[in-house]
């Protein structure tokens, strides 16, 4: 499976972006996906992830009521809708696939990472 985020970009704090993740590959439909992200100084950290039907999706505190995540299989596409950001929403964020179907937050249940979007969210 391979992974390219896009999206990124320059936002003011309170407004919005949206990130997707084209894969290629046939498993796709086959496995969960995650969201997850980097700050300068920090370690990568989970931020949402979907199952593969898209039918159970998993959310950090930090995100909750502000992102949501989702998929169409048949573009073999995930995204990630962010509104109300904050500047401390700055971060490099990379897209993963699960080694199943779940819905996960740990970083080492990922085996197919993306190279990463950069989101910076001005005060």
């Known amino acids: 499976v391979q992974l390219q985020a896009y999206g990124g970009g320059l936002v003011q704090a309170g407004g919005s972006l949206r990130l997707s993740c084209a894969a290629s590959?046939?498993?796709?439909?086959?496995?969960?996906m995650g969201w997850f992200r980097q700050a300068p100084g920090k370690e990568r950290e989970f931020v949402s992830a979907?199952?593969?039907?898209?039918?159970?999706?998993r959310y950090a505190d930090s995100v909750k009521g502000r992102f949501t995540i989702s998929r169409d299989n048949a573009k073999n596409t995930v995204y990630l809708q962010m509104n109300s950001l904050k500047p401390e929403d700055t971060a490099l964020y990379y897209c993963?696939?699960?080694?199943?179907?779940?819905?996960?937050?740990?970083?080492?249940?990922?085996?197919?990472w993306g190279q990463g979007t950069l989101v910076t969210v001005s005060s």
């Open positions: 979907i199952s593969s039907r898209g039918d159970s999706t």
């Open positions: 993963a696939a699960d080694k199943t179907v779940l819905a996960r937050s740990t970083i080492t249940s990922y085996d197919y």
């Open positions: 590959g046939r498993t796709f439909s086959s496995r969960g």
